[in-house]
């Protein structure tokens, strides 16, 4: 106290007096103010302390076996998050297990991780995500999905474009053709919309492309108008913006159809062929892809495996660079046919006669090239970039085919040649599962291409139910 007293009278004194004392108190009270922020840094960011006063198990399930013999109950979920924590974690805070506990969650965990760990693998092999789930919900689609298709009579002006076509689809976008076919003859229709899951706009823009009075430039202008008609006509489309609405396209040029209905581009569900992220008018997950698959009849061949000579097959047009790259990488090798152009051998041969068929992006990310591999028993192999793959909600492409960047290109023949016989045999056996989702039929077969894209749609309707006005 006196030396306090002291320092405050030699303050006023002035700076020269100041000096000595200083010096004299200044080692002194650095001292005592050091040991204090150190001790109490210490005491605030660590548990400096603990270890002094008891020992704890954090060493024990770091280093130590568990004990074989203690809590056979317990959940092996608290040893996970304990080991999960980070090395500079508080001992305190690893300490909220004992020695015991932890000792038998591990032991607890060992039989449930192998299972696990087998049963991750063989989901890896299975042609679906989740097989139950989808056997499951695609019964309860069969039961209770309904759709309200916009009503439209053989008078209407643009009857060809609205109502399905009389004859077979044929053709590149048979797809399109095929789905509206389909669904018209189906059992998800329902004639009550408040009965309605979603809401089917059966413009056709295949169709729209060959009308004379519409054309590809044209077809903006309809949808805009087909649109503001609905919206005055039918109270459907208000409720909810569009979002329980869907059209299906697969020609190209339905990648720029919405531009003039943008309501549609952003609320509705797409169903189209062209499903690129680069793409302003796809938006992934509330859209969905459609396969394009050419029209076949009958059963489709199946040469076995081991009778394809071919290491991999493609052919086609050079009008991206992808291909461009392709053919110039591969068109001299031996093991790899790489053609640019039209064939002179039948097509369907080539296909036949390889391992792998390369389905490489053109103008547009689609072609027909995976549904015409997966027919003929070919492993496809996807060399195109951000975009989605036809029903890969439900599908597991890991399984039947390989998927490469464009990038990778060059690596191709390192790739393929890497996968074991083994694995190509799983390969190709997956392939003949599910190439019965990728083929359409007059009347509808349960698992086909047309269930496939409902049940696309049964996953995309909304759980809300809005009234009707």
Not at 42 to 71: G, V
Request: overall charge positive; some cysteine; aromatic content about 12%.
């Amino acid at each position: 106290m006196d030396r306090l007293s002291s320092y405050s009278q030699r303050r006023l004194l002035g700076p020269g007096s100041q000096k000595g004392l200083c010096l004299k108190l200044k080692p002194i009270w650095l001292a005592l103010l050091s040991s204090y922020f150190v001790l109490f840094y210490l005491y605030s960011t660590t548990n400096f302390f603990i270890p002094l006063l008891r020992s704890t198990p954090s060493d024990l399930f770091l280093e130590s076996p568990p004990s074989d013999e203690i809590l056979p109950n317990h959940s092996p979920t608290t040893v996970r998050s304990i080991q999960n924590l980070p090395t500079n974690a508080s001992q305190s805070l690893k300490s909220v297990a004992s020695q015991e506990a932890v000792g038998a969650a591990l032991k607890s965990q060992r039989p449930s991780s192998i299972g696990t760990e087998r049963d991750e693998s063989e989901k890896k092999k299975d042609v679906y995500h989740e097989r139950d789930i989808f056997m499951e919900e695609y019964k309860e689609m069969k039961r209770r999905l309904k759709v309200y298709v916009y009503p439209h009579g053989k008078d209407d002006p643009f009857a060809n474009v609205l109502l399905p076509a009389d004859e077979e689809p044929g053709g590149n976008y048979a797809s399109e053709s095929y789905f509206k076919k389909a669904l018209m003859k189906s059992q998800f229709l329902t004639d009550d919309p408040t009965n309605a899951d979603l809401f089917f706009m059966p413009f056709s823009i295949a169709s729209l492309r060959h009308d004379r009075r519409v054309g590809v430039g044209g077809i903006q202008g309809f949808v805009r108008d087909y649109i503001r008609e609905i919206t005055h006509k039918y109270p459907y489309w208000n409720r909810s913006g569009g979002a329980d609405h869907f059209y299906v396209a697969c020609h190209s040029v339905g990648r720029s159809a919405m531009e003039k209905a943008p309501q549609v581009k952003f609320n509705a569900i797409q169903v189209v062929c062209s499903s690129s992220y680069f793409l302003t008018g796809y938006v992934a997950h509330k859209d969905a892809c459609l396969p394009q698959i050419w029209p076949r009849q009958g059963n489709p061949p199946n040469l076995a495996s081991s009778d394809r000579k071919k290491l991999a097959f493609f052919a086609g047009g050079m009008n991206s660079r992808e291909r461009k790259q392709l053919v110039k990488t591969w068109g001299n090798d031996s093991e790899i046919f790489a053609h640019a152009g039209r064939l002179r051998t039948p097509y369907a041969d080539e296909l036949l006669g390889s391992k792998f068929c390369l389905h490489a992006k053109g103008y547009e990310v689609n072609t027909a090239r995976i549904g015409d591999s997966l027919y003929y028993g070919c492993v496809p192999v996807v060399v195109a970039d951000y975009y989605d793959l036809p029903f890969a909600d439900v599908l597991n492409w890991n399984s039947f085919s390989v998927v490469v960047n464009a990038i990778d290109i060059p690596l191709l023949k390192k790739v393929l040649k890497g996968i074991s016989p083994e694995e190509y045999q799983k390969l190709h056996s997956n392939v003949l599962k599910v190439r019965k989702h990728f083929k359409w039929h007059s009347s509808p077969v349960d698992f086909d291409a047309f269930y496939m894209v409902m049940y696309e749609l049964w996953l995309r309707r909304s759980s809300i139910k809005f009234p009707l006005l």
